[in-house]
């Protein structure tokens, strides 16, 4: 399973990295600007609905061998639900990394709501209502911008007036 796993994550990071990826990244940021520019959408969505069908006949494919047999009420609609909540949590703008980090997250959370099955959907909803109203960008996203933050009490605008202070002291000299 680890191997499939790492197979296609390695499939979905070169489709990332390759023109499919920056068409599939504009198409997400705005279809109609994407489109203005040349993006074929049909073409790209076609593709990757392709690839994620390709990809989840692979995995169902090796879970229906590994436990040999298939339930319907295996996958349910919080099953669903939690593979959404996974990738927002994640976040969405990091195609491979994100959804990772959030099924770490998401898995372990709901194990440890075991005790009530009543406590674990209220969680999950309460968790999608935090994520849309506090994270839009996921756990990630949340990193990225505490990297690009400036230094603590140190404004652009004073940073400026440094640095013209620096410039006049430099031409009067």
Same mark, same amino acid.
């Given at each position: 399973?680890?191997?499939?796993?790492?197979?296609?994550?390695?499939?979905?990071?070169?489709?990332?990295?390759?023109?499919?990826?920056?068409?599939?990244?504009?198409?997400?940021?705005?279809?109609?600007?994407?489109?203005?520019?040349?993006?074929?959408?049909?073409?790209?969505?076609?593709?990757?609905?392709?690839?994620?069908?390709?990809?989840?006949?692979?995995?169902?494919?090796?879970?229906?061998?590994?436990?040999?047999?298939?339930?319907?009420?295996?996958?349910?609609?919080?099953?669903?639900?939690?593979?959404?909540?996974?990738?927002?949590?994640?976040?969405?703008?990091?195609?491979? !990394?994100?959804? =990772?980090?959030?099924?770490? +997250?998401?898995?372990?959370?709901?194990?440890? &709501?075991?005790? $009530? /099955? #009543?406590?674990?959907?209220?969680?999950?909803?309460?968790?999608?209502?935090?994520?849309?109203?506090?994270?839009?960008?996921?756990?990630?996203?949340?990193?990225?911008?505490?990297?690009?933050?400036? !230094?603590?009490? =140190?404004?652009?605008?004073? +940073?400026?007036?440094?640095?013209?202070?620096? &410039?006049?002291? $430099? /031409? #009067?000299?």
């Amino acid at each position: 399973m680890l191997f499939l796993v790492f197979l296609v994550g390695l499939v979905f990071s070169a489709f990332y990295a390759a023109w499919t990826g920056r068409a599939w990244r504009a198409i997400g940021l705005s279809p109609r600007l994407a489109e203005s520019l040349g993006v074929n959408l049909f073409r790209y969505r076609l593709i990757a609905f392709v690839i994620a069908s390709a990809a989840a006949g692979l995995m169902g494919s090796f879970f229906a061998h590994y436990y040999g047999s298939i339930v319907p009420g295996t996958f349910g609609p919080m099953r669903t639900i939690y593979v959404h909540v996974y990738a927002i949590l994640g976040g969405i703008g990091f195609a491979t !990394l994100g959804p =990772v980090i959030g099924s770490l +997250i998401m898995t372990f959370v709901p194990e440890i &709501l075991r005790i $009530s /099955k #009543e406590v674990e959907p209220i969680f999950t909803g309460l968790v999608i209502i935090l994520l849309a109203m506090f994270l839009p960008d996921g756990l990630l996203g949340l990193l990225k911008q505490w990297q690009n933050r400036p !230094l603590p009490g =140190v404004s652009i605008a004073r +940073i400026s007036k440094w640095i013209r202070a620096a &410039l006049l002291v $430099s /031409k #009067e000299e």
